[in-house]
């Protein structure tokens, strides 16, 4: 059975103190993995999506990267604006266009 | 602008009487899905459809019902709507090519 697991739950950390967070998956074939942003009472907001195992994906402070059992956000000097749930997903390769996502990791970034 | 709407952003309704909660996006996308997001169970998805009268059950199908007549559109039935149907409710839609998805602001629908 397709599975994603999110890593840790929430995560409180002071502004510019560099962390990672961590989505671990397991898929009968890996066809892309997503990373969310989501806001309090808002749409989830599309950050990135990886391929295959090597991959990385960068966006101002945040970097995507891609193994091929888990996949890290790793968050460089964060400001309180980067407080946020992030999410992350998987699709499948037997399971066109069904996507599983994990609960996420609540992210607070003190002044 | 590129967008996706939902209709309407907050309902509440009683056991039994039929509901819909449309969507539209602009952005010629081939690819639409509903997901529900409840505390604790994170974002579930509901349907999903591939094209135009192509759909498809996700994780949690039971007591919703989809159709995609069009393009842009992909409404959300609800035909004998139960308490336990009380949630946050996502529209999404994204290129076939990529599967990245675009969510709509949600619709917060209350069943009593």
């Known amino acids: 059975e397709d599975q994603v697991t999110q890593s840790p739950e929430a995560l409180r950390l002071q502004e510019g103190e560099s962390s990672s967070l961590n989505c671990s998956y397991t898929v009968s074939g890996l066809r892309g993995l997503f990373w969310y942003r989501q806001d309090p009472g808002k749409g989830p907001e599309f950050l990135f999506t990886?391929?295959?195992a090597g991959e990385e994906k960068e966006k101002e402070r945040l970097k995507a990267t891609l193994t091929k059992k888990e996949s890290f956000l790793h968050i460089t000097a964060p400001k309180p604006e980067d407080s946020a749930t992030y999410l992350c997903a998987v699709l499948s390769s037997s399971n066109t266009g069904k996507l599983i996502f994990g609960q996420g990791t609540t992210l607070q970034v003190k002044p | 602008e590129a967008q996706v709407t939902q209709n309407p952003r907050y309902l509440i309704t009683v056991t039994g009487k039929k509901l819909t909660v449309t969507c539209s996006q602009n952005?010629?996308?081939?690819?639409m899905s509903w997901y529900r997001q409840d505390p604790g169970l994170g974002l579930r998805q509901i349907y999903y459809?591939?094209?135009?009268?192509?759909?498809d059950k996700g994780d949690v199908p039971e007591g919703y019902k989809v159709s995609r007549k069009e393009k842009r559109n992909f409404p959300l039935i609800l035909e004998s709507p139960s308490p336990n149907q009380t949630s946050l409710y996502f529209c999404?839609?994204?290129?076939?090519?990529?599967?990245?998805?675009?969510f709509g602001p949600g619709t917060r629908l209350t069943v009593t």
């Open positions: 990886l391929y295959s």
């Open positions: 952005m010629n996308h081939e690819y």
């Open positions: 999404a839609s994204g290129p076939f090519s990529s599967y990245e998805q675009y």
């Open positions: 459809s591939m094209n135009v009268e192509v759909t």
